[in-house]
């Protein structure tokens, strides 16, 4: 077993170990041969002694053994005596008197002598005074309205922490002013002091570890929501996966969003929206989970030139990305619409509407549906066209004579594109004799870009015209009036009456 000294360093009793001794032995002898024979030498001797012995107290010295790495730390945090006369350091040399408060001192966070952050230690080593005094009156300042804690952590934000050797010396004031008050004049007031900081310490333990649960359950939850949504965007628009990562439930499949971009937009643009889009997504994504990490470990990196690049480069996307969706939506300006109307050459008492081609009928890849617009859109990557539903209704016409008329509306960047736009949909309808064939859908014809494009069919007859739909066509009529309507597998009539269109039967097919 290691022999163990005792010794009394500022009126304080420690056991030190046989080698350590030795070692501060040598160390204090060589400040009391620098400083023996200056004026005021015994008192920066005796200023040293208590500062070693508060620097032992906060390694825990007093509760142990004082062991050669904390006689090293210390001499790493006083410094060596030959390093007492370098510039910028005050010593026993100077005229100037021990206590002026402020002189020659920097204002630091002490890493050394903190509950905290360190704030109340370095404000006692600045003004000359034991930390535990500021302590309490920041508690009293909290008491109002909680100033103090807005104080605390101001300046907490503010001042830099005294982590170098010679930061702590700038702190201090040199070595002359290394030892805080708590010396030989002051012991009882030290001791007082001593007693309130060890409750204080009491309660910023307690206090850290509550914070410490809090800011870790906060950060697991940052954690799960960033990368549940990073997996979600994964899932979504890489891999196209359905179900729980897209909203199908809701008639709309996100998936196939990024492939109806190549519809809407010029072509050279629908590289840099897709990586512009996806930039701006998972940066604030993976912040989320980066964040939520340092929460839950709390390790200190410098990584401000990190976060200050993301946030450019975030900052940035969204800019070019807001600039190239406004330069392709003046292309959605004004709206225009064609009118084509078709009569029947013969008035029919009974009129058969028959659906032409279906949406059934269609090779198709993907479909996007609006439920709240009852619009939806079928995409054919091989033939690079765009189907979309037509509506149907039925009106009463007064002038005894029956016919079709069909109104195509587009966008575009003026008025006479929106109208070029609207001409060049395609639609089929025929009329042969009593029946009506009308197409479930219109074309968008390859080569051309979506333009918030739609057909609607309007078909006017007599007073009591006996009107027959197929299911198709009867699921074109209500797609726009009922949205729980469900067309009847049997054929259906329906009378054209003064108050509209009436449903009258069905018979068997």
Known sequence: ??????????GTLFQIDEEAYKILRDYLRSIDMRFRNTPGGNETIEDIETR????FQSQKGTAGIVSIENVVDMIRIIGKPEDFDQPGTETATNNTSYGDRGQGKKLFRNPENKIIGGVCG????????????????????????????FVYVALWIALPGADSDSQKKEM????????????????????????FDAIFKAIGKVLFIIVRIILIVFGTMIVLCGFLALLSFIMIFVFKYPGSFSTDAFGFNMAYLPDFLNYIISPPSVPWVKALTAIVLIVPMLALIYGGIRLIFWFRVRDGFVWLAGFVIWVMSGAAL????????????????TVSQEFFSTVPDTLYIVSGRKISDLDTDKEIEIPDEEYNIFISEEKKELYIRTSLDINSDERNSASVTIRKHSAGRSKLSAIENAERLEYGFKITGDTLFLDEFFTIPSGSKWSMDYVGVTVSVPENTVIHMDRTSELLFHSADDDDFVADPKKSFWL????????IGHQNN
Request: some cysteine; charged content about 15%.
């Open 322 to 337: 807001s600039i190239i969706l406004f330069n392709e939506g003046v292309g959605f300006a004004e709206t225009e619409q």
């Open 172 to 195: 201090y004031g040199g070595m002359r002013n290394l030892a805080q008050p708590g010396n030989a004049e002051n012991t009882q007031s030290a001791k007082v002091g001593n007693a």
């Open 122 to 149: 370095g404000l006692g080593a600045y003004i000359n005074t034991h930390p535990v005094w500021i302590r309490l009156l920041f508690v009293l300042l909290t008491c109002f309205f909680f100033a103090g804690v």
């Open 1 to 10: 077993m290691d022999k163990t000294i005792n010794i009394n360093l500022g």
């Open 496 to 503: 054209m009456s003064e108050d509209g269109l009436d449903y």
């Open 52 to 55: 070693i012995a508060e620097i």
